[in-house]
């Protein structure tokens, strides 16, 4: 089970990290999209506006060069026409100061300047006198800067538009579009100076990027995409591990079961050759005897009841044939090997028992890493069968919390390693039989995997012992010879 939410919360981090990476990338990018149109379109009403304030500039460059024999021009239909944001066209002659005292001084600023000057600016209205000097008379306009926009050109609209507009001079300003007034994460703003000499006013314009412009449904998909994607890789790669646990578990069988037929070969071949020769002997002497005339009847019947007790020695080979292993040069196959290393990969292969059981494993390791001599492949069936057992004793009991605790310890030259469940435990009766070959209380058991175990661990030099524990449960025991640091 921990095997399996480890896996999960692995996951969901690599999900989640990909996810807020790929949210930022897209994200940014739909920003960078948005931003640039806020700069494309606010460059166009920069355009725009400065070009109908030059149109401006030209009227009044028209009139003082054409004088118009009039005193006051309120309206000229061909200007209203062309020009539909000139309200009102003023004349007065030079030596004849204008009425208005703002007026007057813009014509003395023009006369200084050479050029046209604001005065009478009333920019919430939206409306200001552009006045120009010349002789023999001086020219004002009424401009009405609504009609100077040409909003079917204009890139923002003017109700409803997620920009906000403002025309700017001095302390006044005109609101062009409102924007929309919300919250959010992001502000783009541009401020420009237009470029008419004559009309100095400031285009700002600003735009606040809300939580519901942001790519949500991109983001989603993304995240969904992620998903599909670390899932099939948790599957791949948990597929690869069952396959790579399923072939390991195959040769540790293999290795069994060959280890099996090679203690079984070797223990009848070493065994059954001598009582196999004596009854031999002892038949043929009975053939002799009977043969003889008269027959020799005694010493026949001593030669068959010789060869009854080698039969009989015979049919007791099956105790002693795990001893032959010692014989097979095990021993000369072991080297100093990590007992964490070889405890660990044991444990690996049998996780998918031990979460399908239901049983949790609890493990006991000293703080350093534990080197003993061994042989890797022995000592590995040595512990898959001792956890193999547990599982499946456990599994018989039906226990509502199974557990299993493995623990590690060291001492003077040798280690330790106890396997100990809390399973109904070994029948007293059979406790010194469970080495023995082919005994076995499963109906689906050989009873060679603890015998081959124990004859595995002897012939790494150490042993193996099994007994119950007072609170309840089987223990058993495998001692190896430790390999000191010094000479490590």
Aim: with cysteine.
């Amino acid at each position: 089970m921990r095997s399996r939410h480890r896996t999960f919360l692995y996951g969901f981090l690599i999900w989640l990290g990909l996810s807020l990476a790929g949210a930022t990338v897209l994200t940014r990018a739909e920003l960078s999209r948005q931003q640039e149109a806020f700069t494309v379109q606010s460059n166009i009403a920069y355009r725009l506006l400065g070009q109908r304030l030059a149109q401006h500039d030209a009227i009044l460059q028209m009139l003082a060069l054409l004088q118009p024999p009039v005193q006051r021009i309120e309206r000229l239909g061909a200007l209203e026409a062309m020009f539909p944001q000139v309200m009102a066209i003023y004349r007065e002659e030079s030596d004849i100061a204008w009425a208005n005292p703002q007026w007057q001084q813009a014509q003395l600023q023009s006369l200084k300047t050479e050029r046209a000057v604001l005065t009478d600016v009333r920019l919430a209205q939206g409306r200001y006198v552009l006045l120009a000097a010349a002789h023999p008379a001086s020219f004002a306009v009424l401009l009405d800067l609504n009609a100077a926009i040409a909003w079917d050109e204009w890139p923002f609209r003017r109700n409803g538009s997620p920009v906000r507009v403002v025309l700017e001079w001095q302390d006044q300003q005109w609101v062009i579009s409102p924007g929309l007034d919300h919250a959010g994460p992001v502000v783009f703003q541009s401020g420009k100076t237009l470029a008419s000499p004559s009309q100095r006013f400031q285009l700002h314009t600003r735009r606040v990027v809300s939580y519901a412009d942001l790519p949500w449904g991109q983001v989603a998909l993304f995240a969904l995409a992620s998903a599909l994607l670390v899932a099939l890789i948790i599957y791949v790669r948990k597929q690869r591990e069952q396959t790579l646990r399923a072939q390991e578990l195959l040769r540790i069988g293999q290795v069994g079961r060959l280890n099996s037929l090679g203690e079984m070969a070797a223990g009848l071949a070493h065994e059954l050759n001598q009582p196999l020769t004596s009854v031999l002997a002892n038949t043929q002497a009975s053939l002799r005897l009977l043969q003889e005339d008269p027959p020799d009847l005694e010493p026949a019947r001593e030669a068959m009841a010789h060869s009854v007790e080698q039969i009989r020695r015979a049919a007791s080979v099956l105790t002693r044939l795990r001893h032959s292993l010692r014989e097979s040069g095990l021993a000369d196959q072991c080297y100093p090997l990590s007992l964490t290393q070889v405890l660990e990969e044991s444990v690996h292969l049998l996780m998918p028992e031990l979460e399908r059981h239901g049983i949790t494993l609890e493990k006991r390791l000293p703080p350093h890493d534990v080197d003993v001599v061994g042989e890797p492949v022995a000592l590995g069936q040595i512990i898959h069968n001792l956890l193999n057992n547990a599982v499946s004793a456990l599994g018989a009991a039906q226990i509502s919390h199974p557990r299993i605790w493995i623990e590690v310890l060291p001492r003077q030259g040798r280690v330790v390693l106890t396997v100990r469940d809390n399973g109904p435990g070994i029948d007293p009766q059979h406790l010194d039989r469970v080495f023995e070959p082919f005994f076995t209380t499963r109906s689906d058991g050989l009873g060679l995997g603890l015998s081959l175990s124990e004859s595995l661990a002897q012939a790494m030099g150490g042993g193996l012992t099994a007994f119950n524990d007072p609170m309840g449960g089987a223990v058993f025991a495998l001692e190896l010879q430790r390999v000191d640091e010094e000479s490590s």
